[in-house]
């Protein structure tokens, strides 16, 4: 297999985009109905090498679907229903682009999937959080990664006209997994049966009409003829539902200008988070600066000033970084968090987030761009240690860095001291994919240790942080130096499959959820799966798609 | 139904009486399909005595027996061509193994959707052209419209027995909704665009038969190569059918053309407006009227580079047309084929994997034979003394589908410009006024050895008659509307 998709000579992913600047959306918002409509321009993939025929899509196309899921709940406060549907005849969405992921690494493959799993969280999140919802109105073909796209939304609407189909046929076909949460969302979610889940899985062509709603595939089968008029009428039924957290119509929107970072071999700057690469090392240095001044006086003011609101920006830094890591840096294993600045002033930031979540619905939409940050982070399959020293601002949201990291290093050194906060937020503002807070998952089997720590109040001196269990290590001035570097020069010698597997079983401790699952079940299959020569070999599934051969397995079970 | 009424009834070599499954299956299905017929059926002609031919055995004598039946008491029967000894897969990974006599379980979903879409091209056709019968030109072509009609319902079951006996609740789910469906119903299309066009004069009826039912034929003879034996056998019983549609189709266009040349000869002219004025359909219209009907039917054959044709012929269920015979690699895994395309205004040619060139190799056979048709048609103006020529457009003029669609190619298939395409499609598809007037010569002729001032009569009658002979006998209660007045010819 070649890598033209991840070649380092390709040009790097860049993740930013706006409406404006959409190839393969029509996002239109009109009143309190907004349409997220699909055009996959065909020739407009992010690589070359292959065409995103029938609504087929890449990364290219998911991240506009990102960039638009975010700016309905930032730009759109008035908006009370998304209508998902497809601007090509008779097609819907055919799924991820074959010859996009049969020319694409490994390493890619997996990152796209994680990526496109997150963008369909986001889209269930921005569901439950806000109020909007969301209809997927399938007036065509839907396969694979389309119908799993149909399976986030909160209801399914299926033309029928005899022959359009909802199907996964990523097993029969190709040898692999519907692996953007398909199966999950199946059993999980709309409850399907497993054994008619395991008979529509199986079938290439999937199930049509009565019987796609009978097996609670689509909520509903509509008549061609009636399919728009439909849709519409379903459409206008949540139009004059009340706004969730005041969203409304009458308030200016909040536009997300560019962020404007700067780009290079040697990392990415921002105003309040940078990336510093160390090449040879294959570690990197990820910072992120405190506010410089003190929050606004009240949402309306943080709504005025939100292009320069140090609790947005800061997120949305942090965000975009993390996907530069993930996509252009993949030789970067070891990541060391950093903060810098006033925990004084964050303190003060987290107050105002807190005071305000409940009740105004702008500030509720930062708090949740945090959560989303922070679950990437976790989500994030490179290793990280926070490193807590003086000067630092490892208090309440920030101090969640640290608690995402696989290990945390506080310096003890009384000439310099140096401490951390908690704040009201960790308590659970910020939940892990797992459903719990970062604190709940760390001493899970501790709940005394969790409230002694959460009763903790005030800036926190490193021996109390160690007694706590809120950091790992706590070294002195005199040994510091040493077992920080040693740490990381271990760290960066051991086997990236393996760290990759033992951090992702030891960062999600604690219950199962319909995320976990996705993540940890279905997109760890998948990952096996694209590595065995029944999908990738040369006479793989995956790599003779398309191809005059037909696929010899290797018919032993593991 | 009972069961024993349900054999004898339906004349069969696939040993009816004693198939329990195939009983039960039918014993729901038939009832069903007869509804379909009464109201889907040919219009207004239900009640009517024509004289038809009917399959009652696969022998010699057994497939062409003739009698004067109504319609809806026509003996739908189920026939596969005689099983050969020894018959292997003839093409594909598993090239000489026995054929199989049941659907292996790896290939189910793949033979059902096949033996669906071309099970519902079947009754699609005859939605299609169900109103015909009330503007037939003559008594004979109205007898070879019925034909046509309940012989390609005799191919519905031919697919639905398939469906029955192989492919378990599924395939009966699939043979209900072959009779739910409908010819352009929006709500319910036929599977395929062409079938869901209407088919409303009788030179579309000539068209039709010519060139869609000839892609018909052209699948049928790629499946009767299928390494699935029952389909294999099935097909091959259904092609001496197939071959009267044809009959029907080019001799139905010919006797227009004839009619036409002599207009113009008795009338000295080349004006269509003058060969109109006398009610004959004038060389354009015809070749108008060619272009859309080969354009829309090559549609059929689908992709020229199918993943879909490379998997069928892979699998060994559907082969190239007389595999056997015309090539000597059934395999075909290493060898290429060169397929032109289309870059810029450049032809280039292109190798791509020869399995997954199977349509298009099945099209090079098809547009191959419709190049002898309209040779014959033009002997027919060459016999009549005329220089004009009708031609067959190229294949890559006026596709919706495929690497030619999306940007517009002349009809000698050189790409032009979509401002050419604009100045001169009405020259070579027709245009409302085209179909208008068409239409308007359509007017019933039903007397005993009359026809329509349109069409010229055929050379011979069926099976021995005469041309002029009662090749329907209406009911008594509808005869009178149905005989038109109009001026028309004896033949």
């Given at each position: 297999m070649s890598a033209t998709a991840t070649s380092p000579s390709l040009a790097p992913i860049r993740f930013e985009t706006d409406p404006g600047r959409y190839k393969h959306w029509v996002f239109e918002v009109a009143g309190p109905i907004?349409?997220?409509?699909?055009?996959?321009?065909?020739?407009?993939?992010?690589?070359?090498?292959?065409?995103?025929?029938?609504?087929?899509?890449?990364?290219?196309?998911?991240?506009?679907?990102?960039?638009?899921?975010?700016?309905?709940?930032?730009?759109?406060?008035?908006?009370?229903?998304?209508?998902?549907?497809?601007?090509?005849?008779?097609?819907?969405?055919?799924?991820?682009?074959?010859?996009?992921?049969?020319?694409?690494?490994?390493?890619?493959?997996?990152?796209?999937?994680?990526?496109?799993n997150e963008t369909r969280l986001y889209l269930e999140d921005m569901a439950r959080e806000t109020g909007i919802h969301t209809l997927a109105a399938l007036g065509g073909t839907c396969a694979g990664g389309g119908y799993e796209l149909a399976l986030a939304c909160d209801e399914i609407l299926l033309q029928d006209d005899g022959n359009t189909a909802v199907s996964l046929p990523e097993v029969p076909l190709l040898g692999v997994l519907p692996g953007t949460g398909g199966l999950?969302?199946?059993?999980?979610?709309?409850?399907?049966?497993?054994?008619?889940?395991?008979?529509?899985?199986?079938?290439?062509?999937?199930?049509?009409?009565?019987?796609?709603?009978?097996?609670?595939?689509?909520?509903?089968?509509?008549?061609?003829?009636?399919?728009?008029?439909?849709?519409?009428?379903?459409?206008?039924?949540?139009?004059?539902?009340?706004?969730?957290?005041?969203?409304?119509?009458?308030?200016?929107?909040?536009?997300?200008?560019?962020?404007?970072?700067?780009?290079d071999d040697g990392g990415v700057r921002h105003r309040f988070v940078t990336l510093e690469v160390d090449a040879p090392a294959r570690t990197a240095t990820l910072v992120v600066r405190g506010p410089q001044g003190p929050p606004p006086p009240d949402p309306a003011a943080a709504r005025a000033g939100a292009q320069d609101l140090w609790l947005l920006r800061a997120a949305r830094e942090l965000d975009d970084v993390l996907l530069d890591l993930r996509f252009n840096r993949p030789e970067i294993g070891t990541v060391l968090l950093r903060t810098e600045g006033d925990a004084a002033l964050v303190g003060a930031h987290d107050r105002f987030l807190e005071a305000h979540q409940e009740d105004d619905w702008f500030v509720f939409e930062v708090a949740m761009a945090w959560k989303r940050v922070l679950k990437r982070l976790d989500l994030t399959a490179r290793s990280m240690f926070a490193l807590i020293e003086p000067g630092s601002c490892f208090a309440g949201t920030l101090f969640e860095l640290a608690l995402a990291a696989d290990r945390s290093y506080m310096l003890d050194d009384p000439e310099r001291p140096c401490t951390v906060a908690l704040a009201g937020l960790n308590r659970g503002t910020y939940p892990m994919s797992n459903g719990l807070s970062r604190l709940q998952t760390r001493f899970l089997g501790d709940p005394e240790r969790l409230e002694a720590a959460l009763g903790l109040s005030g800036p926190i001196a490193p021996a109390e942080a160690l007694e706590a269990g809120l950091v790992t290590l706590a070294p002195d001035d005199i040994d510091w130096e040493d077992e920080v570097r040693l740490a990381i020069e271990e760290r960066a010698s051991l086997s990236p499959d393996a760290l990759t597997g033992m951090e992702a079983n030891l960062r999600f401790a604690g219950p199962e959820t319909l995320e976990t699952k996705i993540f940890g079940r279905l997109s760890a299959w998948q990952n096996w799966i694209f590595q065995r020569p029944n999908a990738v070999g040369e006479q793989g599934a995956l790599t003779l798609y398309g191809r005059p051969e037909r696929p010899v397995f290797d018919w032993r079970r593991t | 139904m009972a069961k024993v009424?349900?054999?004898?009834?339906?004349?069969?070599?696939?040993?009816?009486?004693?198939?329990?499954?195939?009983?039960?299956?039918?014993?729901?299905?038939?009832?069903?399909?007869?509804?379909?017929?009464?109201?889907?059926?040919?219009?207004?002609?239900?009640?009517?005595?024509?004289?038809?031919?009917?399959?009652?055995?696969?022998?010699?004598?057994?497939?062409?027996?003739?009698?004067?039946?109504?319609?809806?008491?026509?003996?739908?029967?189920?026939?596969?061509?005689?099983?050969?000894?020894?018959?292997?897969?003839?093409?594909?990974?598993?090239?000489?193994?026995?054929?199989?006599?049941?659907?292996?379980?790896?290939?189910?979903?793949?033979?059902?959707?096949?033996?669906?879409?071309?099970?519902?091209?079947?009754?699609?056709?005859?939605?299609?052209?169900?109103?015909?019968?009330?503007?037939?030109?003559?008594?004979?072509?109205?007898?070879?419209?019925?034909?046509?009609?309940?012989?390609?319902?005799?191919?519905?079951?031919?697919?639905?027995?398939?469906?029955?006996?192989?492919?378990?609740?599924?395939?009966?789910?699939?043979?209900?909704?072959?009779?739910?469906?409908?010819?352009?119903?929006?709500?319910?299309?036929?599977?395929?665009?062409?079938?869901?066009?209407?088919?409303?004069?009788?030179?579309?009826?000539?068209?039709?038969?010519?060139?869609?039912?000839?892609?018909?034929?052209?699948?049928?003879?790629?499946?009767?190569?299928?390494?699935?034996?029952?389909?294999?056998?099935?097909?091959?019983?259904?092609?001496?059918?197939?071959a009267h549609h044809m009959f029907v189709g080019e001799t139905g266009v010919g006797r227009v053309i004839e009619r036409t040349a002599d207009l113009m000869n008795e009338l000295k002219t080349e004006d269509p407006d003058a060969i109109r004025a006398h009610g004959g359909i004038d060389l354009p219209t015809i070749q108008r009227y060619l272009n859309r009907w080969f354009s829309s039917s090559i549609n059929l054959f689908g992709g020229e580079q199918s993943s879909n044709a490379a998997h069928y012929f892979a699998a060994g269920l559907k082969g190239r047309y007389k595999e056997l015979e015309r090539f000597e690699d059934h395999v075909a895994l290493d060898a290429a084929y060169e397929l032109p395309t289309v870059v810029g205004d450049e032809v280039r040619r292109e190798q791509i994997p020869l399995r997954n060139a199977m349509n298009e190799i099945l099209r090079d056979d098809y547009v191959g034979d419709c190049e002898f048709v309209v040779d014959r048609w033009n002997r027919t103006l060459e016999?009549?003394?005329?220089?004009?020529?009708?031609?067959?457009?190229?294949?890559?003029?006026?596709?919706?589908?495929?690497?030619?669609?999306?940007?517009?190619?002349?009809?000698?298939?050189?790409?032009?410009?979509?401002?050419?395409?604009?100045?001169?499609?009405?020259?070579?598809?027709?245009?409302?006024?085209?179909?208008?007037?068409?239409?308007?010569?359509?007017?019933?002729?039903?007397?005993?050895?009359?026809?329509?001032?349109?069409?010229?009569?055929?050379?011979?009658?069926?099976?021995?008659?005469?041309?002029?002979?009662?090749?329907?006998?209406?009911?008594?209660?509808s005869a009178g509307v149905k005989l038109g007045a109009e001026p028309s010819r004896t033949g």
């Open positions: 907004a349409r997220l409509g699909m055009c996959v321009q065909e020739g407009e993939g992010l690589r070359d090498g292959y065409q995103l025929k029938l609504n087929s899509y890449d990364l290219g196309v998911d991240i506009e679907l990102a960039d638009a899921i975010r700016r309905l709940r930032f730009e759109h406060p008035g908006v009370r229903v998304l209508v998902l549907d497809s601007r090509i005849p008779r097609v819907f969405c055919a799924g991820a682009n074959i010859h996009m992921l049969g020319s694409s690494s490994h390493a890619f493959k997996v990152n796209f999937c994680k990526f496109t999950t969302r199946l059993v999980d979610k709309r409850k399907v049966r497993r054994d008619l889940a395991d008979v529509f899985s199986t079938v290439a062509e999937g199930v049509k009409g009565r019987r796609a709603q009978e097996w609670n595939l689509v909520d509903q089968v509509i008549p061609s003829s009636r399919f728009q008029q439909a849709v519409e009428e379903r459409a206008r039924a949540f139009a004059e539902v009340t706004g969730v957290r005041g969203r409304d119509a009458q308030d200016a929107p909040v536009v997300l200008e560019g962020l404007g970072g700067a780009y | 009424d349900l054999a004898a009834r339906i004349p069969n070599n696939v040993d009816l009486s004693s198939d329990r499954r195939l009983q039960r299956a039918l014993e729901d299905w038939q009832p069903r399909f007869f509804d379909w017929w009464m109201e889907m059926g040919p219009e207004g002609f239900q009640a009517d005595q024509v004289y038809l031919r009917t399959a009652i055995d696969v022998g010699r004598d057994g497939w062409a027996h003739f009698d004067h039946v109504r319609m809806p008491e026509y003996r739908w029967g189920i026939f596969l061509a005689p099983a050969e000894e020894g018959r292997v897969i003839p093409c594909g990974d598993h090239f000489g193994q026995p054929a199989w006599q049941k659907v292996p379980g790896e290939y189910r979903n793949m033979l059902r959707r096949i033996i669906v879409t071309q099970a519902d091209t079947e009754p699609a056709s005859v939605e299609q052209q169900r109103l015909l019968g009330q503007t037939a030109p003559s008594l004979y072509d109205l007898r070879n419209l019925f034909q046509v009609n309940v012989e390609e319902g005799r191919h519905l079951w031919a697919m639905v027995y398939l469906l029955h006996t192989y492919f378990g609740r599924d395939g009966r789910e699939e043979a209900e909704d072959l009779l739910r469906r409908r010819s352009g119903n929006p709500d319910s299309p036929r599977i395929l665009g062409t079938f869901n066009e209407p088919v409303e004069d009788w030179l579309s009826f000539f068209m039709f038969t010519t060139f869609t039912d000839r892609d018909g034929k052209f699948q049928l003879l790629a499946l009767a190569e299928s390494g699935f034996d029952p389909l294999s056998r099935t097909t091959r019983f259904m092609l001496t059918e197939e016999k009549a003394g005329r220089p004009e020529r009708l031609t067959l457009p190229h294949r890559r003029f006026n596709r919706d589908m495929g690497i030619y669609s999306g940007r517009p190619f002349d009809p000698e298939g050189r790409p032009i410009a979509p401002e050419v395409w604009e100045a001169q499609r009405d020259r070579w598809l027709p245009t409302r006024a085209d179909v208008d007037f068409v239409r308007s010569l359509m007017q019933p002729e039903l007397r005993v050895g009359r026809i329509a001032g349109w069409i010229a009569p055929p050379r011979k009658g069926i099976n021995g008659n005469d041309f002029a002979w009662e090749y329907v006998r209406f009911d008594k209660s």
